[in-house]
């Protein structure tokens, strides 16, 4: 059964930093991506990054390009998101997402996470 737990997140405020952690248990994602996706309150739940863990591609979002990093830890099975100059916009529930598949025109993914809040001040 493949668990994936999350940690890192917190309040800062605006134009702060916050590091997201997730690790991956039950199995090994050495040949698939993980990936990070974001539910803000009343909106749905959206793709934020995805990074191949055998390699070093990289997808993301637009909104958050630039500003965001995804890496993972292949001898660890853990991926982490490092969110630079945070907007409030970016305040939502963050889900970490094993294997995470791009079907064409979006992202989706197998297994979750429970999420951890990132509350950003203005």
């Known amino acids: 059964q493949v668990q994936l737990v999350e940690s890192g997140g917190g309040l800062v405020q605006a134009g702060g930093s916050l590091r997201l952690s997730c690790a991956a248990s039950?199995?090994?994602?050495?040949?698939?991506?993980m990936g990070w996706f974001r539910q803000a309150p009343g909106k749905e739940r959206e793709f934020v990054a995805a990074?191949?863990?055998?390699?070093?591609?990289?997808d993301y979002a637009d909104s958050v390009k630039g500003r965001f990093t995804i890496s993972g830890d292949n001898a660890k099975n853990t991926v982490y998101l490092q969110m630079n100059s945070l907007k409030s916009e970016d305040t939502a529930v963050y889900y970490c997402?094993?294997?995470?598949?791009?079907?064409?025109?979006?992202?989706?993914?197998?297994?979750w996470g429970q999420g951890t809040q990132v509350t950003v001040s203005s």
């Open positions: 997402a094993a294997p995470t598949y791009y079907r064409g025109s979006y992202w989706t993914a197998d297994n």
């Open positions: 039950g199995r090994t994602f050495s040949s698939y991506f």
């Open positions: 990074v191949h863990l055998s390699g070093r591609h990289t």
